[in-house]
């Protein structure tokens, strides 16, 4: 990344590979406007479009380059044995002294149109899931999973990120829910217990709408000290309460196998 920012002022071309460096701050490397046959590149150099008086020679200049780039080039003071050596200079400031705001735009806009092209995107993981739903689940899932690494000591595999991400990603695709009256199973009114040490405590629920029938389900992943893992929530369609119960059930045990526990304390309010 570094040498693509850096550029070359033109002194006595003694330096400068006429191609592939850049010396033409506009364009870049100039093997790009290059209209030759690839096996005529090696013939092309500095003293190649120079005529007889050290200028630049605007039809060999036009035979070799595309048209769009000739003028850039001859913007350029042609290189002489009196021009000094060649000086690499930074390429995006107008003074070309290097800049360390103007680095960090550099190194920064490529990151930022990369997330806005995912979060922004509106194309369809295996068919119907939308990818920035998923890329942003994956990215939440992997800085999560890095800060688990430096405070915990414990990490996940990439392999693991990636289902929880995905996971992730289809309860909260499909865990919406309309109508404001709901019931639920008869609950018992039970506060939450710490499960024993090195046991996980998932708390589940699921309620009806009164007026559709259309349920959802809810549940979250607790450690053993309490502290909040995941949490789910997930539109099943019309069911029974019973039903939507058992649906909390189900939902929950998949993503705590995803998450990698096999031991476990359930939690419920109903009966």
């Known amino acids: 990344m570094l040498l693509s920012n850096l550029a070359w002022t033109l002194g006595n071309g ?12 506009a364009l870049g490397p100039l093997y790009d406007y290059v209209q030759l046959p690839p096996s005529s590149m090696h013939q092309i150099s500095f003293a190649s479009v120079l005529n007889d008086r050290g200028e630049w020679d605007v039809a060999q200049l036009s035979t070799v380059f595309m048209a769009t780039a000739v003028p850039y080039i001859l913007g350029i003071k042609p290189p002489g044995p009196n021009s000094g050596p060649d000086m690499c200079v ?51 899932h992997t800085w999560k999973n890095r800060n688990d690494a430096i405070f915990t000591g414990i990490s996940c595999t990439f392999e693991q990120v990636l289902s929880r991400g995905i996971a992730w990603a289809n309860y909260y695709n499909d865990g919406w829910m309309t109508g404001a009256l709901v019931t639920h199973s008869t609950m018992i009114p039970t506060p939450w217990s710490n499960p024993e040490p090195g046991c996980f405590c998932l708390n589940i629920d699921g309620a009806v709408s009164l007026n559709s029938g259309k349920a959802t389900i809810v549940g979250l992943l607790r450690d053993a000290a309490g502290n909040f893992l995941f949490g789910f929530s997930k539109f099943i369609g019309c069911v029974n309460s019973l039903n939507a119960e058992l649906w909390s059930l189900y939902i929950g045990l998949q993503l705590v196998w995803d998450y990698g526990i096999d031991y476990l304390e359930i939690q419920t309010d109903c009966k």
């Open 90 to 140: 930074w390429r995006w400031t107008d003074h070309q002294d290097f800049v360390l705001k103007s680095a960090y735009q550099q190194c920064v806009q490529p990151v930022l149109g990369w997330l806005r092209q995912n979060l922004y995107s509106n194309i369809l993981f295996r068919g119907n899931l939308p990818w920035k739903l998923v890329f942003s689940s994956i990215l939440w």
């Open 14 to 25: 003694e330096t400068i590979n006429f191609l592939s460096d850049i010396w033409v701050p």
